[in-house]
Every structure is written in structure tokens, then in C-alpha cells.
């Protein structure tokens, strides 16, 4: 059973839009959800995370929001940039978990100039 | 900035022939991964160890071996490779296992291409 799970696959928008992607979890002991950003040849890296005693995370255009009775986050990209044009994961850890870190399959995104 | 270094970079084999994947960190940390990325499948989890000599199973396991022989070095070993471990592969380091404050380390990928 996959832990983690992202929507769309794949997700094209205009420069200067809002791009919105969706992320589901299913173990409601996962406490935090880091989201890492993967550009074409190189290896993930983080871009941002929260915890789950969170329901907002902002650094600059990205943004973070949790609902923790629904298991679910999504990640808002506001005004978004050519250069943003990226895989993104979410992820979801927990406390108790073994140290493990869930990935999701990923969406990756393309903003059109 | 955490250093981890991938070696070889690309690698082409035949089927049954052995294959390492070389991780090195440099940040002291204690844990290390290995993930095999595909498309449609995200990032999955291959092995990873807490530290020196120590090893656990991850999600995929099946037909690779690995070995921590020091905190720097982690080890990816295929000894009979099948067209359908042909992948990237990324090593991954953490100083606190991925727990809520921790962040992976992720090297540059390895290319493997099994004919």
C-alpha cells in the first residue's frame, strides 16, 4: 500500500501563475512532510517542509498547506517562473517510523513562458 | 553545504554481471540510502544504515546487496544484474535518520544500464 501519494503526474502552467499540487498520506502517526524539488540530472533537494502541528508553511513563493483530519497537503508555487520547472515530491515521516521517509511518485512541473 | 559523492556516474553491463555503486558523505552524518528512481515510481527505497557495519532492508531489496564500511562510505552491490534493476540510482545521507528535523542529503544519481 502506498504511504504517500501525489496528484497530478504532471502539471503545466503559464509563467506568473499559481501552481497547486496535491499530496494524500495514509498513516496518521507521519508528523512531518518535507517536499523536495528535482531538477533534470541532478539528485532531489529540500525545498520546504512543515509538521503536522502546522497548517501553514510559507518561504517566499512557496507555499505549504496542511489538513491533518483530512491527510492531506498540498504545495502552492504562486507567480511561478520557468525556472521553477522541477519534479516535486512530497514526503511524510513519523517519530516512531523506524527513521523511514515515505516518498510520493512525484509530479513534475513545467511553467511555460 | 552536505557533500555526497556518487560513483561511477553512468555504468553500462550485461546481464549477470556484477556491478558496485560507490557513496561517499562527508558530513559526518549517520545515515546513508540507496533509492532507485523510475518513472511512475518515484523514489524507492533500496537499503540504508545508521552507521558502520549496520544495514537495513528497505522496500525494493530484492537482488541488491549493500555494505557501510565506514560512516563516509555505503556500498550499492549487484552481483548478477537483471535488465530490470536498469535504473538511477541516488545515495542519500541524513544526520538524523529523516526524523522530523532531518534532511536527506541526496548525491547526483548513478545511470545504470543493464543489456
Known amino acids: 500500500q502506498q504511504q504517500v501519494r501525489q496528484s497530478p503526474q504532471s502539471l503545466t502552467v503559464w509563467e506568473g501563475e499559481t501552481a497547486i499540487l496535491n499530496c494524500s498520506y495514509e498513516d496518521s502517526t507521519f508528523n512531518y512532510f518535507p517536499w523536495y524539488q528535482q531538477f533534470p540530472g541532478e539528485g532531489p533537494a529540500l525545498l520546504i517542509s512543515?509538521?503536522?502541528?502546522?497548517d501553514k508553511k510559507e518561504d517566499g513563493r512557496f507555499t505549504i498547506f496542511f489538513n491533518k483530519r483530512e491527510k492531506k497537503l498540498s504545495l502552492h508555487i504562486t507567480d511561478s517562473q520557468p525556472g521553477d520547472s522541477a519534479t516535486y515530491f512530497c514526503?511524510?515521516?513519523?517519530?516512531?517510523?523506524?527513521?523511514?521517509?515515505?516518498f510520493g511518485d512525484g509530479t513534475q512541473l513545467v511553467v511555460k513562458p | 553545504e552536505a557533500a555526497v559523492t556518487q560513483s561511477p556516474r553512468n555504468k553500462v553491463t550485461v546481464t549477470g554481471g556484477n556491478v558496485t555503486l560507490s557513496c561517499r558523505q562527508t558530513?559526518?552524518?549517520?545515515?546513508m540510502y540507496w533509492y532507485r528512481q523510475d518513472t511512475g515510481h518515484g523514489l524507492r527505497l533500496i537499503h540504508y544504515?545508521?552507521?558502520?557495519?549496520?544495514?537495513q532492508i528497505g522496500d525494493v531489496p530484492d537482488g541488491y546487496k549493500a555494505t557501510r564500511t565506514t560512516q563516509e562510505d555505503f556500498f550499492l552491490l549487484l552481483e548478477l544484474a537483471s535488465p530490470s534493476q536498469t535504473s538511477l540510482y541516488f545515495c542519500?545521507?541524513?544526520?538524523?535518520?529523516?526524523?522530523?528535523?532531518?534532511?536527506?542529503?541526496f548525491g547526483e544519481g548513478s545511470k545504470l544500464t543493464v543489456l
Open positions: 542519500a545521507s541524513s544526520a538524523t535518520g529523516g526524523l522530523n528535523t532531518g534532511q536527506l542529503y
Open positions: 544504515s545508521y552507521g558502520a557495519g549496520n544495514l
Open positions: 514526503a511524510a515521516s513519523a517519530r516512531n517510523n523506524n527513521n523511514r521517509i515515505f
Open positions: 512543515i509538521s503536522s502541528v502546522s
Open positions: 558530513n559526518s552524518h549517520n545515515y
